[in-house]
Each structure stands twice: as C-alpha cells, then as structure tokens.
C-alpha cells in the first residue's frame, strides 16, 4: 500500500485526532503536499465538525450570562477601551507653546485646565453611562426583544435587552437612517392607554449605528410598546413623526 | 443580522455583539463541555473561556474555517480535549455529577432553538443511522479523546476492528450529512 492510500484510510481517525502521535505525524507529512488527500480531509473535518452541534442541549445556569460577559469584556480592559459604544474625546488640548508671550499663556493654560476639567466631567459620566450599559446588557438574562424597522426604515434593526420588572433597558439599533442636522432619535413607550413617555434620545453614526441606555418614568412591564421617531434636538414631548423602529413588549 | 456580521462587531469591540452570539451558542457551547467533562462547574468556565476567546481573537476567524458556530464548537471542544489530557495525567475522584442526568433544556426559548435546530436534528438522525458500536467508537474518539488504541482497550475489542468501526462509520456519517 503506498504513503497515499494509507494516508486516505488514516484520514477519518485524524479528524477525530483519535491517531497515535506516529500516525499522525506521517498522515500530516503527507497531507501537507497532496492535494487530493487535502480534499477528503476537508471533507471529513466537516463531518467531524458536525458531530459537536449535535449533541443534546442542557439548560444553561441563569446567571452565566453576566458572568461570562463580565469576564470576557470585563478583565484587562480599562472600560473607556472597550469601544462598546461611542466614547468621548480622548484627545487633550496641547498648550500653546514658548512663541506665545506669557500673558497668551496664561490665558491659554486657564482655559485649557477649564476644557480639561469639562473634557473630565463629560467623559466620567459617559463612562458611567457605559458601565450602567454594560450591566443592563450583562443582566437581561434570555430577554433581547427584537425592535423591527417600519415600511419607512425597513433595513433598520434593533435589540432591546429589558428586565421588566426594572425601569432601564438597553437599546443597540443597526441601519438607522443618518441624521440631519438639528434631529435627533427619540425612544417611546406607549402605556395601554395610548399616552407616550419619552425613554431618553440619542444619535447614529455614520452606519446608522447607535445605543441609548433607556430609563423609563415607571416599571418597563406596564408599557404596551416601544417605538422611535426622528425629533428636533432635545427631544419632543410626544411624537412628532412616523416611527422607524417598532415593537411590542406586553406579553413579548 | 448573521453570525458573520455580529462576529465582524465583536471583533470591532462592540459588546452587545459578543451578548447575541451569548444568547445563539452559549447553550451549544455549555452543553459540548458538559457532554465532555460531566461537570457543571467546569462546563460554566468553558463557556467563560470561550467567549472571552471568541472577544479577544475574533479577527482571527475567517470564513475558510466552517461556520461560527463550527469554530466556536471547535474552540470548546480542543479547550474540553485539554481539561480532559489534565484529567489523565492528574486523575481526580469521580465526579458525583458523572453518575447524575444532565438536564437537557425544554423550548423555554423558541427563537434561540430555531437557530440550529433543523440542523441539529439533521446530525442526530445521521448518527442513529449508523451502526451503534460504530457511534459508540466514534463518539469516544470525538467527545472522549481517545486514540484508537485506548478505545481498544476500553471496549476490550481488538485494535484492527476499531480502525474499522472508525472507518466505516465516518464514511457512512459524511454519505448521510451529504444528502
């Protein structure tokens, strides 16, 4: 029997790596320069491969979700470097420099401690508005309601991670339309009764991407629905146009 | 949105990609480490190391590979083979959990089921199809990660006939997963 053909009969037990490390060393050799036998392998790997996604699923412990996410998100990344979500400006202002004459100077320095101080306070409270983010993300056990895209944004999608019985959820859109400027993107819960309270604003990038950490008026499981519309910037007190995304929570 | 474009998010560092890949495989993960090692608690931390994984080395998955879910099972199943490699060279007191019935998830969550399951179902027919000593072989090479020679004495059955079952079986699995 030649190198090749006995390769060819080693190759269901090399995928299922159930050689001696002999066997397997020469099979490798050999793979690693035939193309014909590379072939078959591929094709029994995906055969091997397929023999993981059929075992019988087990139940999953409830609380491994934020465990895992926290641990995998969480551990050896300072959080401003998770890029979870739009962060603020990094970049410091420089100082003028030793061209510029001492009063200048000083005026300069004044100010730029004045932007450093207000560049510090916006970028702690949006760091805490991505850790309340994060934690809502990594405690909505099972609980993603799909957030659909109207006729009038129907590439647009959305997932809202919800705990009920709290007042804050999390909010991801994808394909939003962009913006103009002087609008902004309004969430709305809608209470059986029809009136709309207002679930906070936010903005897309480029890609239409965005994210709001959504705090409701009272518990999320008296809302009927959730739905978003373009409004001026700042927010309306109730919508003032067709929504985009759309969806329903009671009994979702 | 697919598996390859929340991947492509999560290898952009965007967390809640990493959440929805969570919610469609952390089950399948959980339940490959649990058919492995018979342990919850060790099952628990497979599933942590694979995420953490799949967080940090996304960009490393390409298409080639199979499917996400392929690459991810993958990641659990080599991460499973070395617990148990650390298990023979250190053997520990069996596990009370070895001899308790893994309790296997109802459809409590129908979105996520009908992810795979079709799938799924496709994989467990094929492998009922196929003779049970040559299951048997192939399933303590795969989930045991055992070399033909330790099945052989394991099922106390000559070595010749292992290799057979092994051959036979896989050619048959592949035919079925074809069609």
Sequence with gaps: MSVHDEVQDLIPAYVLGALDPPEAARARAHLAGCAECTGVLREYQETADSLALGVPLAKLPPDLKSRTLEKAIGEGQPREEMGLIPTARRAWPHLGGAQLIAGAALVITLLTLAWSVWQSTQFSQQLALQRDFVTVLAYAEGSALSVRGT?????????????????????????????????????????????????????????GDGWLLVRAPSRLGEYARVEITVEPSGGSAAPTTQPLLSAALAGS | ???????????????????????????????????????RG????IVQEVFTKVWRHAQEYS???????????????HRCLDELRRRRVRPQPQSIEEESPIELAGADNPEDEAVDAVERARIRDALAQIPPEQRATIELA????????????????????????IHLGMRKLKELLKE
């Design chain 1, 151 to 207: 006729a009038l944004a129907p590439q647009a999608e959305g997932k809202l991670y919800v705990d009920r019985d709290s007042n804050v959820a999390a909010l991801i859109t994808v394909q939003l339309p962009p913006l103009k400027p002087g609008q902004i993107y309004q969430l709305w819960l809608t209470q059986a009764g029809g009136q709309y309270k207002s679930g906070g604003t936010f903005t897309v990038d480029s890609s």
């Design chain 2, 1 to 39: 949105m697919t598996d390859h474009e929340l991947l492509a998010r999560v290898a952009r560092s965007e967390s809640w990609a990493l959440a929805e890949l969570y919610d469609r495989y952390a089950r399948l993960i959980y339940s490959i480490a649990l058919r492995m090692l018979r342990d």
């Design chain 2, 42 to 45: 060790v099952a628990e931390e």
């Design chain 2, 63 to 77: 298409p080639e590979r199979g499917s996400v879910s392929t690459w991810m099972a993958s990641i659990a199943r």
């Design chain 2, 142 to 165: 795969f989930f045991e990660g055992m070399t033909q020679q330790e099945i052989a004495t394991r099922m106390q059955t000559p070595l010749g006939t292992v290799k057979t079952r």
